[in-house]
Protein backbone atom coordinates (compact mmCIF):
# COMPACT_ATOMS: atom_id res chain seq x y z
CA UNK A 1 0.00 0.00 0.00
CA UNK A 2 2.85 2.12 0.38
CA UNK A 3 3.84 1.56 -3.13
CA UNK A 4 7.10 -0.58 -2.41
CA UNK A 5 7.20 -3.35 -4.79
CA UNK A 6 6.88 -7.07 -3.33
CA UNK A 7 10.53 -8.88 -3.55
CA UNK A 8 10.44 -13.14 -3.10
CA UNK A 9 10.66 -13.28 0.30
CA UNK A 10 7.45 -11.10 0.49
CA UNK A 11 5.28 -12.91 -1.98
CA UNK A 12 6.64 -16.24 -0.51
CA UNK A 13 5.58 -15.60 2.79
CA UNK A 14 2.63 -13.98 1.32
CA UNK A 15 1.51 -17.76 -0.23
CA UNK A 16 2.61 -19.37 3.35
CA UNK A 17 -0.09 -17.24 5.29
CA UNK A 18 -3.66 -18.09 5.92
CA UNK A 19 -4.97 -14.59 6.65
CA UNK A 20 -6.99 -14.31 3.07
CA UNK A 21 -8.80 -11.50 4.28
CA UNK A 22 -6.18 -9.30 4.74
CA UNK A 23 -4.94 -10.82 0.98
CA UNK A 24 -8.15 -9.95 -0.63
CA UNK A 25 -8.52 -6.25 1.11
CA UNK A 26 -5.02 -5.33 0.33
CA UNK A 27 -5.58 -6.57 -3.15
CA UNK A 28 -8.58 -5.33 -3.85
CA UNK A 29 -7.54 -1.63 -2.67
CA UNK A 30 -4.77 -2.56 -5.61
CA UNK A 31 -7.16 -3.03 -8.29
CA UNK A 32 -9.43 -0.70 -7.40
CA UNK A 33 -6.14 1.73 -7.56
CA UNK A 34 -5.79 0.45 -10.91
CA UNK A 35 -9.37 0.23 -12.23
CA UNK A 36 -11.54 1.73 -9.75
CA UNK A 37 -14.62 0.03 -9.26
CA UNK A 38 -14.92 -1.94 -12.67
CA UNK A 39 -14.94 -5.49 -13.50
CA UNK A 40 -14.31 -6.27 -17.30
CA UNK A 41 -15.90 -8.69 -19.72
CA UNK A 42 -15.78 -9.30 -23.56
CA UNK A 43 -18.09 -10.98 -25.96
CA UNK A 44 -15.74 -13.09 -27.84
CA UNK A 45 -15.63 -16.95 -28.59
CA UNK A 46 -12.98 -19.67 -28.87
CA UNK A 47 -11.97 -21.68 -32.11
CA UNK A 48 -9.28 -24.94 -31.73
CA UNK A 49 -8.83 -25.16 -35.42
CA UNK A 50 -7.42 -28.76 -34.50
CA UNK A 51 -6.40 -31.34 -31.88
CA UNK A 52 -3.66 -32.89 -33.34
CA UNK A 53 -0.41 -32.13 -32.18
CA UNK A 54 2.95 -33.31 -32.65
CA UNK A 55 3.36 -32.89 -28.61
CA UNK A 56 2.19 -34.75 -25.59
CA UNK A 57 1.93 -32.59 -22.71
CA UNK A 58 1.34 -35.15 -19.15
CA UNK A 59 -1.15 -32.27 -18.13
CA UNK A 60 -2.98 -32.09 -21.36
CA UNK A 61 -6.93 -33.83 -21.82
CA UNK A 62 -6.86 -32.04 -25.41
CA UNK A 63 -4.51 -32.94 -27.71
CA UNK A 64 -4.67 -36.54 -30.07
CA UNK A 65 -2.62 -37.57 -32.60
CA UNK A 66 -3.34 -37.82 -36.27
CA UNK A 67 -5.81 -40.91 -36.72
CA UNK A 68 -6.69 -41.32 -33.00
CA UNK A 69 -10.06 -41.53 -32.15
CA UNK A 70 -11.74 -38.08 -31.63
CA UNK A 71 -9.08 -36.36 -33.50
CA UNK A 72 -10.53 -33.52 -35.75
CA UNK A 73 -9.11 -30.24 -37.77
CA UNK A 74 -11.17 -27.32 -39.63
CA UNK A 75 -11.30 -26.13 -42.82
CA UNK A 76 -10.80 -22.39 -42.97
CA UNK A 77 -14.87 -22.93 -44.44
CA UNK A 78 -15.56 -24.70 -40.94
CA UNK A 79 -13.83 -21.80 -38.91
CA UNK A 80 -15.96 -19.11 -41.08
CA UNK A 81 -18.83 -21.05 -40.48
CA UNK A 82 -18.75 -21.41 -36.77
CA UNK A 83 -18.07 -17.02 -36.81
CA UNK A 84 -21.21 -16.64 -39.09
CA UNK A 85 -23.11 -18.85 -35.88
CA UNK A 86 -21.43 -16.73 -32.90
CA UNK A 87 -24.00 -14.02 -32.91
CA UNK A 88 -22.37 -10.35 -31.90
CA UNK A 89 -18.98 -10.68 -31.30
CA UNK A 90 -16.20 -8.34 -31.09
CA UNK A 91 -13.31 -10.93 -30.89
CA UNK A 92 -12.37 -14.39 -31.85
CA UNK A 93 -9.62 -16.60 -30.05
CA UNK A 94 -7.70 -19.02 -31.80
CA UNK A 95 -5.14 -21.23 -30.24
CA UNK A 96 -4.95 -25.37 -31.68
CA UNK A 97 -2.37 -28.45 -31.75
CA UNK A 98 0.65 -28.17 -33.30
CA UNK A 99 -0.51 -29.52 -36.20
CA UNK A 100 2.38 -32.17 -37.94
CA UNK A 101 0.94 -31.19 -41.64
CA UNK A 102 -0.45 -27.72 -42.38
CA UNK A 103 2.19 -25.01 -44.11
CA UNK A 104 2.55 -21.71 -42.40
CA UNK A 105 0.35 -20.53 -45.52
CA UNK A 106 -2.70 -22.52 -43.86
CA UNK A 107 -2.46 -19.86 -40.79
CA UNK A 108 -1.85 -16.97 -43.21
CA UNK A 109 -4.78 -17.94 -45.02
CA UNK A 110 -6.82 -18.53 -42.12
CA UNK A 111 -6.56 -14.84 -40.97
CA UNK A 112 -6.52 -13.35 -44.19
CA UNK A 113 -9.75 -15.53 -44.62
CA UNK A 114 -11.66 -13.72 -41.46
CA UNK A 115 -10.16 -10.43 -41.54
CA UNK A 116 -11.97 -10.76 -45.10
CA UNK A 117 -15.48 -11.80 -44.09
CA UNK A 118 -15.26 -10.31 -40.62
CA UNK A 119 -13.10 -6.72 -40.89
CA UNK A 120 -14.47 -5.65 -37.35
CA UNK A 121 -13.79 -8.75 -35.79
CA UNK A 122 -10.36 -8.70 -33.07
CA UNK A 123 -7.66 -12.17 -33.91
CA UNK A 124 -6.29 -12.69 -30.59
CA UNK A 125 -4.80 -16.01 -31.92
CA UNK A 126 -1.53 -18.44 -31.54
CA UNK A 127 0.60 -18.80 -28.25
CA UNK A 128 4.06 -18.61 -27.72
CA UNK A 129 4.45 -22.43 -28.26
CA UNK A 130 2.42 -22.06 -31.52
CA UNK A 131 4.42 -18.72 -32.87
CA UNK A 132 7.35 -20.63 -32.05
CA UNK A 133 6.43 -23.51 -34.23
CA UNK A 134 5.08 -21.80 -36.95
CA UNK A 135 8.88 -20.26 -37.28
CA UNK A 136 10.17 -23.16 -37.53
CA UNK A 137 8.42 -24.74 -39.90
CA UNK A 138 8.36 -21.96 -42.53
CA UNK A 139 12.11 -21.19 -41.62
CA UNK A 140 11.72 -17.69 -40.63
CA UNK A 141 12.99 -15.87 -37.57
CA UNK A 142 10.70 -14.73 -34.84
CA UNK A 143 10.28 -11.35 -35.59
CA UNK A 144 9.48 -12.21 -39.42
CA UNK A 145 6.73 -14.81 -38.61
CA UNK A 146 5.32 -12.13 -36.52
CA UNK A 147 5.10 -9.87 -38.91
CA UNK A 148 3.41 -11.63 -41.33
CA UNK A 149 1.05 -12.87 -39.19
CA UNK A 150 0.38 -9.48 -38.01
CA UNK A 151 -0.16 -8.26 -41.58
CA UNK A 152 -2.21 -11.38 -42.46
CA UNK A 153 -4.68 -10.03 -39.48
CA UNK A 154 -3.45 -10.83 -36.08
CA UNK A 155 -4.47 -8.46 -33.67
CA UNK A 156 -2.96 -9.22 -30.34
CA UNK A 157 -1.72 -12.75 -28.52
CA UNK A 158 -3.06 -14.90 -25.81
CA UNK A 159 -0.94 -16.53 -22.62
CA UNK A 160 -1.53 -19.87 -22.94
CA UNK A 161 1.78 -22.52 -23.14
CA UNK A 162 3.47 -20.26 -20.35
CA UNK A 163 2.52 -23.22 -18.28
CA UNK A 164 5.28 -23.26 -15.05
CA UNK A 165 8.87 -21.91 -15.87
CA UNK A 166 10.87 -23.98 -13.55
CA UNK A 167 12.82 -25.93 -16.15
CA UNK A 168 12.65 -29.33 -13.05
CA UNK A 169 9.04 -28.99 -13.51
CA UNK A 170 8.49 -28.23 -16.89
CA UNK A 171 10.41 -31.41 -17.56
CA UNK A 172 7.70 -33.44 -16.05
CA UNK A 173 5.30 -31.51 -17.19
CA UNK A 174 5.39 -30.87 -21.10
CA UNK A 175 9.26 -32.51 -21.84
CA UNK A 176 8.52 -31.72 -25.73
CA UNK A 177 7.74 -27.90 -25.39
CA UNK A 178 9.52 -25.21 -25.75
CA UNK A 179 11.58 -23.83 -22.24
CA UNK A 180 10.07 -21.12 -19.81
CA UNK A 181 12.87 -19.03 -21.06
CA UNK A 182 11.88 -19.40 -25.05
CA UNK A 183 8.48 -18.65 -23.96
CA UNK A 184 9.66 -15.06 -22.62
CA UNK A 185 11.46 -14.19 -25.77
CA UNK A 186 8.50 -15.09 -27.99
CA UNK A 187 6.55 -12.52 -25.94
CA UNK A 188 8.82 -9.96 -25.89
CA UNK A 189 9.32 -10.15 -29.68
CA UNK A 190 6.00 -10.37 -29.80
CA UNK A 191 5.77 -6.69 -28.09
CA UNK A 192 8.41 -5.47 -30.20
CA UNK A 193 6.52 -6.22 -32.98
CA UNK A 194 3.77 -4.07 -31.76
CA UNK A 195 1.32 -6.97 -31.04
CA UNK A 196 -0.19 -7.04 -27.60
CA UNK A 197 -0.30 -10.01 -25.67
CA UNK A 198 -1.28 -12.18 -22.52
CA UNK A 199 0.59 -14.35 -19.95
CA UNK A 200 -0.58 -17.28 -18.07
CA UNK A 201 0.88 -19.32 -15.42
CA UNK A 202 -0.39 -23.02 -14.58
CA UNK A 203 -0.83 -23.93 -11.08
CA UNK A 204 -1.95 -26.67 -8.77
CA UNK A 205 -0.48 -29.63 -10.55
CA UNK A 206 3.43 -31.04 -9.35
CA UNK A 207 4.84 -26.93 -8.48
CA UNK A 208 5.74 -25.21 -5.59
CA UNK A 209 4.86 -21.91 -3.73
CA UNK A 210 8.58 -21.12 -4.79
CA UNK A 211 8.05 -21.96 -8.71
CA UNK A 212 5.10 -19.54 -8.80
CA UNK A 213 6.83 -16.75 -7.05
CA UNK A 214 9.60 -17.14 -9.34
CA UNK A 215 7.05 -17.53 -11.99
CA UNK A 216 5.22 -14.04 -11.21
CA UNK A 217 8.54 -12.59 -10.85
CA UNK A 218 9.69 -13.58 -14.53
CA UNK A 219 6.46 -11.97 -16.16
CA UNK A 220 6.80 -9.09 -14.01
CA UNK A 221 11.10 -8.37 -15.35
CA UNK A 222 10.13 -8.71 -18.59
CA UNK A 223 6.82 -6.55 -18.34
CA UNK A 224 9.15 -3.70 -16.93
CA UNK A 225 11.33 -3.96 -20.43
CA UNK A 226 8.55 -3.82 -22.62
CA UNK A 227 5.00 -3.20 -21.21
CA UNK A 228 3.29 -5.53 -23.57
CA UNK A 229 0.77 -8.19 -21.50
CA UNK A 230 -2.12 -6.55 -20.84
CA UNK A 231 -3.43 -9.29 -18.43
CA UNK A 232 -2.47 -12.11 -16.34
CA UNK A 233 -4.27 -15.32 -16.08
CA UNK A 234 -3.63 -17.73 -13.22
CA UNK A 235 -5.01 -21.26 -14.93
CA UNK A 236 -6.20 -23.82 -12.16
CA UNK A 237 -5.08 -26.89 -13.09
CA UNK A 238 -7.79 -29.80 -14.24
CA UNK A 239 -7.02 -33.00 -13.24
CA UNK A 240 -9.27 -35.25 -15.66
CA UNK A 241 -8.02 -37.26 -18.67
CA UNK A 242 -4.02 -36.43 -17.97
CA UNK A 243 -1.42 -38.35 -17.53
CA UNK A 244 -0.40 -36.82 -14.17
CA UNK A 245 -3.49 -36.88 -12.29
CA UNK A 246 -3.95 -35.13 -9.24
CA UNK A 247 -6.87 -33.29 -7.92
CA UNK A 248 -8.65 -30.62 -8.64
CA UNK A 249 -7.21 -26.50 -6.74
CA UNK A 250 -9.51 -25.49 -3.93
CA UNK A 251 -11.23 -22.45 -3.96
CA UNK A 252 -8.80 -21.22 -1.54
CA UNK A 253 -5.69 -21.89 -3.28
CA UNK A 254 -7.63 -19.70 -6.34
CA UNK A 255 -8.44 -16.96 -4.80
CA UNK A 256 -5.32 -16.64 -2.86
CA UNK A 257 -3.29 -17.59 -6.24
CA UNK A 258 -5.32 -14.37 -7.77
CA UNK A 259 -5.16 -11.62 -4.66
CA UNK A 260 -1.20 -12.35 -5.06
CA UNK A 261 -1.06 -12.22 -8.58
CA UNK A 262 -2.38 -8.89 -8.46
CA UNK A 263 -0.26 -7.59 -5.29
CA UNK A 264 3.03 -9.24 -7.05
CA UNK A 265 2.17 -8.01 -10.49
CA UNK A 266 1.87 -4.44 -9.89
CA UNK A 267 2.90 -3.27 -13.23
CA UNK A 268 0.16 -5.22 -15.00
CA UNK A 269 -2.98 -3.28 -15.41
CA UNK A 270 -5.30 -6.39 -15.23
CA UNK A 271 -5.72 -9.75 -13.30
CA UNK A 272 -8.04 -11.70 -14.80
CA UNK A 273 -10.58 -14.51 -13.26
CA UNK A 274 -11.10 -16.99 -15.87
CA UNK A 275 -14.11 -18.03 -15.16
CA UNK A 276 -14.28 -20.99 -17.62
CA UNK A 277 -11.35 -22.88 -14.80
CA UNK A 278 -12.30 -20.77 -11.74
CA UNK A 279 -16.18 -21.61 -11.73
CA UNK A 280 -18.95 -18.47 -11.83
CA UNK A 281 -18.32 -18.38 -8.47
CA UNK A 282 -15.08 -18.44 -7.33
CA UNK A 283 -14.89 -16.16 -10.45
CA UNK A 284 -17.53 -13.81 -8.44
CA UNK A 285 -15.19 -14.21 -5.51
CA UNK A 286 -12.50 -13.39 -7.08
CA UNK A 287 -13.22 -10.00 -8.52
CA UNK A 288 -13.25 -9.21 -4.44
CA UNK A 289 -9.59 -10.58 -4.26
CA UNK A 290 -7.97 -8.47 -6.77
CA UNK A 291 -9.23 -9.66 -10.19
CA UNK A 292 -10.76 -7.01 -12.38
CA UNK A 293 -11.46 -9.18 -15.48
CA UNK A 294 -13.81 -12.34 -16.01
CA UNK A 295 -13.31 -13.04 -19.62
CA UNK A 296 -16.07 -13.19 -21.43
CA UNK A 297 -19.06 -14.95 -23.32
CA UNK A 298 -16.29 -17.61 -24.48
CA UNK A 299 -18.35 -19.96 -26.74
CA UNK A 300 -17.38 -23.52 -27.37
CA UNK A 301 -14.34 -23.99 -24.93
CA UNK A 302 -13.14 -27.53 -25.55
CA UNK A 303 -9.48 -27.40 -23.53
CA UNK A 304 -10.38 -27.46 -20.16
CA UNK A 305 -13.68 -29.18 -20.93
CA UNK A 306 -11.23 -31.95 -21.96
CA UNK A 307 -9.85 -32.07 -18.85
CA UNK A 308 -13.03 -32.26 -16.83
CA UNK A 309 -13.65 -28.68 -16.57
CA UNK A 310 -17.29 -28.08 -14.30
CA UNK A 311 -17.84 -24.93 -16.03
CA UNK A 312 -20.25 -24.52 -18.64
CA UNK A 313 -19.08 -24.05 -22.13
CA UNK A 314 -20.71 -20.55 -22.33
CA UNK A 315 -22.45 -17.25 -20.64
CA UNK A 316 -24.53 -15.21 -22.19
CA UNK A 317 -23.36 -10.83 -22.05
CA UNK A 318 -26.24 -11.03 -19.59
CA UNK A 319 -25.16 -13.17 -17.58
CA UNK A 320 -21.66 -12.01 -16.95
CA UNK A 321 -23.56 -8.62 -16.08
CA UNK A 322 -25.35 -10.09 -13.59
CA UNK A 323 -22.64 -12.13 -12.20
CA UNK A 324 -20.34 -8.96 -11.78
CA UNK A 325 -23.08 -6.80 -10.91
CA UNK A 326 -23.68 -9.17 -8.13
CA UNK A 327 -19.86 -8.48 -6.25
CA UNK A 328 -20.91 -4.65 -5.97
CA UNK A 329 -19.09 -3.72 -9.17
CA UNK A 330 -19.50 -1.98 -12.41
CA UNK A 331 -19.40 -4.23 -15.08
CA UNK A 332 -17.78 -2.91 -18.16
CA UNK A 333 -17.68 -4.28 -21.72
CA UNK A 334 -14.79 -3.92 -23.49
CA UNK A 335 -12.87 -4.38 -26.25
CA UNK A 336 -9.42 -6.45 -27.08
CA UNK A 337 -7.16 -3.53 -25.52
CA UNK A 338 -9.49 -2.33 -22.72
CA UNK A 339 -10.72 0.59 -24.98
CA UNK A 340 -14.20 1.03 -26.28
CA UNK A 341 -15.95 0.26 -22.98
CA UNK A 342 -19.90 -0.05 -22.13
CA UNK A 343 -20.91 0.45 -18.85
CA UNK A 344 -23.81 -1.46 -17.78
Not at 205 to 229: A, C, M, N, P, W
Not at 267 to 288: P, R, T
Request: glycine fraction near 8%.
Amino acid sequence: MAGKRLSKADALRLFESDDIFTLGRLADALAAKKNGNRAYFIRNRHINPTNICINRCRFCAFSRSKGQDGAFELTISDILKKLRASGPISEVHIVGGLHPDWPVEYYLEMLSAIRKHFPRLHIKAFTAVEIDYLARIGGLDLYSTLVALKAAGLGSMPGGGAEIFAPAIRTRLCPEKITGERWLEVMEIAHKAGLRTNATMLYGHIESHEDRVDHLLSLRKLQDRTGGFQAFIPLAYHPQNTEIQGRYTSGIDDIRTIAISRLVLDNFDHIKAYWIMLGEKISQLALKFGADDIDGTIIEEKITRSAGGLAGGQMTAEQLVNLIQKTGKVAVERDSFYRKARFH
